[in-house]
């Protein structure tokens, strides 16, 4: 199992990015996708994930509306639009894969994820 993150860098706030997570080694829809960040001095939190079997989503409250998660399961690739970025959302972060089912169980616990990816830094300047 491999998860590749992509598309970290360094923005202003109220600026935008794109994550990508390209996922290989296992059967997509197999398992559902999401991403975690950690800030400098704080927790990982999982504040996102998909369900890759039927595009169900499921935010944490602080990036609802500001971040949209999606799949492209023909490419095993799932994306994360970021709008409106705070300096508060200076993290690396990480996409992971949780078993396909698990998404809106324990998608935003980061201690249920089975597999990691490395991480991106995104960095939001003020």
């Known amino acids: 199992v491999q998860l590749q993150a992509s598309g970290g860098g360094l923005v202003q706030a109220g600026g935008s990015l794109r994550l990508s997570c390209a996922a290989s080694?296992?059967?997509?829809?197999?398992?559902?996708i999401g991403w975690i960040r950690q800030a400098p001095g704080k927790e990982r939190e999982a504040f996102s994930c998909?369900?890759?079997?039927?595009?169900?989503?499921y935010y944490i409250d602080s990036v609802k509306g500001r971040f949209t998660i999606s799949s492209d399961n023909a490419k095993s690739t799932v994306y994360l639009q970021m709008n409106s970025l705070k300096p508060e959302d200076t993290a690396v972060y990480y996409c992971?894969?949780?078993?396909?089912?698990?998404?809106?169980?324990?998608?935003?616990?980061?201690?249920?994820?089975?597999?990691w990816g490395q991480g991106t830094l995104v960095t939001v300047s003020s």
């Open positions: 992971a894969a949780i078993l396909a089912g698990r998404a809106g169980i324990a998608g935003l616990d980061h201690r249920s994820y089975d597999y």
């Open positions: 080694g296992f059967v997509f829809e197999n398992y559902d």
């Open positions: 998909i369900s890759t079997s039927d595009g169900s989503t």
